[in-house]
């Protein structure tokens, strides 16, 4: 049994979620908690869950999704994990200033492991495939759990819509290809759980969406 808690976060409106199982193990996965009141509200939660952190992932570089790893560093020793591809992104402050304008002095956690999307993501008595879905950026990923049914898709697929693709490293034609070869493929009932807005289904975005066909 899963259970999926959701945290908005920073001035993106940036979905972090903290995913967990009855073993009490947990994944954060996307921790864009830029103010304190964010990260605190992370902490709150996994404090009164009772639930020891394990990974951090990444599903892809971009800074809104990363804005909270020192802080998840600092409090619970573990490094974000991205795709080598998506490696050269993780510089917070110089995205920032490419992408927005703006420079920020930010600490800059650590990298830890290289998601290998051979690899699975293992939790308790759980496990999330790494499916690459690239278009969004080079390595952007999807989490995908079978035994539940649950997708992250990052900034690949929102409800009724899809990320942008004229970022660094951004193509048009793979982002078609991860959402029609890849997400497509999925089970209709899969619950999709996207980088900003709310959550949807695959059955409902093959059907409705647009860019899936």
């Known amino acids: 049994m899963i259970k999926i808690k ?5 001035m993106l409106q940036e979905n972090c979620y903290v995913m967990s199982d009855e073993t009490n193990e947990a994944v954060i996965i996307d921790c864009g908690a830029f103010y304190p009141e964010e ?27 990363n804005f909270g790893n020192s802080f998840v560093w600092h409090r ?20 920032m200033r490419s992408m927005m304008g703006m420079d920020y002095e930010i600490e800059q956690a650590p990298t830890g492991r290289l998601l290998n999307t051979k690899d699975d ?3 308790g008595s759980h496990r999330l495939r790494v499916l690459p879905t690239p278009g ?7 989490l995908y759990c079978e035994a539940e049914h649950v997708a992250f898709t990052g900034d690949t697929l929102f409800r009724m819509s899809i990320g942008r693709t004229d ?15 890849v997400l497509a493929a ?12 709310p959550l949807t289904t695959i059955g409902e975005e093959v059907q409705y969406n647009p860019y899936m066909h």
Request: proline share 6%; hydrophobic share 35%; aromatic share 8%.
């Open 186 to 197: 999925l089970p209709a009932d899969t619950k999709v759980y996207p980088g900003h807005g």
């Open 136 to 142: 969004h950026s080079r390595g952007s990923v999807t």
């Open 76 to 95: 619970y020793g573990l490094k974000p994990e991205v795709t080598a591809e998506d490696l050269p992104l993780m510089d917070i402050r110089r995205q």
């Open 121 to 123: 993501v293992t939790f």
């Open 6 to 10: 959701t945290f908005v976060c920073n």
């Open 39 to 65: 990260q605190q509200a992370i902490a709150d939660y996994i404090e009164r869950e009772q639930l020891t952190p394990v990974r951090l992932i990444a599903t892809h570089g971009h800074f809104d999704h």
């Open 167 to 181: 970022f660094e490293g951004g193509s048009w034609s793979e982002m078609c290809n991860s959402l029609k070869q």
